[in-house]
C-alpha cells in the first residue's frame, strides 16, 4: 500500500484531546498527517490536503454549546476554503466534537456551508456523560468513510460525550436524510438489531438511534463514536486477553484510504 | 449598552437537565412539578441606539448563542 502520498491535516483548538490517536491512526494507514492549531490554520493552503479531520475534545469548554464556539470560529477563519475543499469532493471528517463542531458550523448535513444550522446534538437524555461501548451498524457503504465494510455490519466503538443526541430541525429533514441515504451508522443492539432508543444501546437518545451521518455528496462526515479509540487491538476491552490485531474502528481510517487510493 | 439575552429549549423539548434538577428538589422537599434549564448572557454592546442593539443580539442569537433547531431566545435592554 502506497497511501503516502496523501495528505491529511488534523486540525485542534484549545481542548482538543484526540488529535494525537486520530493522527496516529491515520500514519499506521500510511497518511501524512498534520496537527495544526486554529491559531495559525490561515497560514495553511487546505487544498494541498485530501482529508480534513476534526477530532474529539472539548474545544473552547463546550462553552454556549459544545462545538459551537469551534464551529462558527471555522466559519469566520476558513469559509471560502472550506467551501471549494467541499465542492472539489475533498474529504471531511468530524469525530465526536468534531461532529458538533460541523453540525454548529452548519457543513452538515447539507452540501457546502449553511448559517444556520439544521441539525444539533443535544444534551443526552440520561442528563450524564456517557463514555461506553455501543454497537453501530453500517446503513450505507458506498461512501469514503465506509467502503471496507459491508452493509448491515455491527461495528462495536466507543462514545464518550454529554452532548451527543442528534435532532434534526424537522420532520422533513429527517426523512431527507433517510431518502438521501446519508445516515452511515445507527446505534443498534450487540446482535444488529434496531435499538429503538432503548439505552444504554442508544447511548443518549439520537432520533432514529442516529449515530453518524454524511454530507448529502457523501465527501463530509460525523460520528459520534470514537473510531481513532478502537483502532488497534490493544485498545479494545479484551486487550488483556487475547485481542485481535485491529478493532472497529480501523474499517473507517482504511475505507477513507481505499476511496482515496481508488479515486485520487 | 447592556443587554440581557436568555436562551432555553424550545417548549416541548426533552430537558434533561431541568428534569434531573427538578427530581433533586423534590428530594429535598420542595413542591416542584418542572424545571427548565437556559443560559443567561449579559452583554456590554457598543452602541447607543436600542434599536441596533436588539438587532445586532437579535443576530448574535442566530449566530451563535441559540440554535434554531432546539432552542428559543428573549433579550432585554438593561441599561442605555
Not at chain 1, 471531511?92 to 457543513?107: D, H, M, S, Y
Not at chain 1, 461501548?133 to 454529554?162: C, D, Q, S, Y
Not at chain 2, 449579559?42 to 432546539?70: F, H, Q, T, Y
Request: charge should be neutral.
Amino acid at each position: 500500500m502506497n497511501a503516502n502520498r496523501f495528505k491529511a491535516l488534523v486540525l485542534r483548538t484549545g481542548g482538543t484531546n484526540c488529535d494525537l490517536e486520530t493522527k496516529v491512526a491515520l500514519e499506521e494507514l500510511g497518511v501524512k498527517t498534520e496537527i495544526v492549531h486554529m491559531n495559525s490554520v490561515e497560514k495553511k493552503n487546505l487544498l494541498e490536503y485530501h482529508l480534513i479531520v476534526f477530532p474529539g475534545g472539548f474545544s473552547y469548554g463546550d462553552y454556549v454549546r459544545a462545538g459551537a464556539v469551534w464551529g462558527k470560529r471555522v466559519l469566520a477563519k476558513l469559509r471560502t476554503q472550506l467551501e471549494k475543499f467541499i465542492e472539489e469532493g475533498r474529504l471531511i471528517l468530524g469525530i465526536c466534537n468534531g461532529f458538533q463542531v460541523l453540525a454548529e458550523a452548519g457543513v452538515l448535513p447539507g452540501n457546502g456551508v449553511s448559517e444556520t444550522p439544521s441539525i444539533a446534538l443535544a444534551n443526552n437524555s440520561s442528563a450524564k456523560y456517557e463514555c461506553r461501548w455501543v454497537w453501530i451498524r453500517v446503513e450505507n457503504n458506498e461512501t469514503p468513510f465506509t467502503t471496507a465494510m459491508r452493509k448491515g455490519e455491527v461495528l462495536r466503538i466507543p462514545v464518550g460525550h454529554a452532548e451527543g443526541r442528534f435532532l434534526t430541525g424537522s420532520e422533513e429533514i429527517l426523512n431527507e436524510l433517510k431518502r438521501n441515504e446519508q445516515i452511515l451508522f445507527r446505534y443498534v443492539l450487540p446482535n444488529g438489531d434496531d435499538a429503538n432508543g432503548l439505552y444504554p444501546y442508544n447511548p443518549n437518545g439520537s432520533t432514529y438511534d442516529i449515530a453518524g451521518i454524511c454530507s448529502k455528496k457523501g465527501n463530509v462526515m460525523g460520528m459520534m463514536p470514537h473510531p481513532e479509540r478502537a483502532f488497534f487491538g490493544w485498545q479494545l476491552p479484551e486487550w488483556s486477553g487475547r485481542p485481535p490485531e485491529r478493532g472497529d474502528g480501523w474499517k473507517i481510517f482504511k475505507s477513507i484510504v481505499d476511496y482515496l487510493e481508488s479515486y485520487r | 449598552m447592556r443587554m440581557k439575552v436568555e436562551v432555553r429549549l424550545k417548549p416541548g423539548h426533552f430537558d434533561p437537565e431541568g428534569d434531573v434538577t427538578a427530581k433533586s428538589l423534590r428530594d429535598l422537599g420542595f413542591p416542584v412539578s418542572t424545571v427548565k434549564v437556559g443560559k443567561v448572557y449579559i452583554l456590554e454592546v457598543e452602541v447607543s441606539d436600542r434599536k441596533e442593539a436588539l438587532k445586532l443580539a437579535e443576530d448574535m442569537c442566530k449566530k451563535l448563542l441559540a440554535n434554531p433547531v432546539k432552542d428559543d431566545y428573549s433579550i432585554e435592554v438593561l441599561s442605555p
